[in-house]
């Protein structure tokens, strides 16, 4: 934002919000098994879009999850809320270097959908699934575009 790193450098003070995000996450590796869990929970005041990833050492990232943003920024931002952002478990096996194998579990779909045994996928496709979600997608956009649409989601369940 402009003259905001002059404002912060000079006054300490910045009129540009900080990033408010919470998280854990956990990583388990179990090397006897050849894989690493990792269980993340994000909150926050849910503005900006963001994203959390890992790489692995061979420079390969996974994603753990993605945010669209839940309103606009006076909303948001002034709410200061504590909204749940990104939540995964995900299983990721691993060569006997310490690199990803290339596949991807999730176990919290496991569980959800009481599946007796852990699927993986293609790091390729899981990622995917994250990257072509569209920027806007499920975000009210009255005050972006004058358009109610995503405006109710989840009100007339």
Not at 63 to 79: D, E, F, M, Y
Request: aromatic share 10%; hydrophobic share 40%; charged share 15%.
């Amino acid at each position: 934002m402009p003259g905001s790193p002059q404002m912060q450098e000079r006054l300490d003070f910045s009129y540009v919000p900080t990033l408010n995000v919470k998280y854990k996450i956990i990583i388990d590796i179990d090397t006897v098994s050849g894989h690493m869990d990792i269980a993340t929970y994000i909150t926050g005041d849910a503005f900006p879009n963001c994203e959390a990833f890992i790489v692995g050492p061979g420079g390969q990232v996974i994603s753990l999850g993605i945010h669209v943003r839940k309103g606009a920024p006076p909303l948001s931002l002034s709410l200061n809320a504590d909204y749940p952002m990104i939540v995964s478990a995900l299983r990721l096996p691993l060569n006997n270097n310490g690199s990803f194998k290339g596949t991807v579990g999730d176990e919290l779909f496991r569980q959800a959908n009481k599946y007796p045994k852990l699927s993986f996928h293609k790091i390729a496709d899981w990622n995917y699934r994250f990257t072509s979600i569209p920027a806007n997608s499920g975000h009210c956009m009255l005050l972006e575009k004058a358009s109610l649409e995503n405006c109710f989601n989840g009100l007339l369940k």
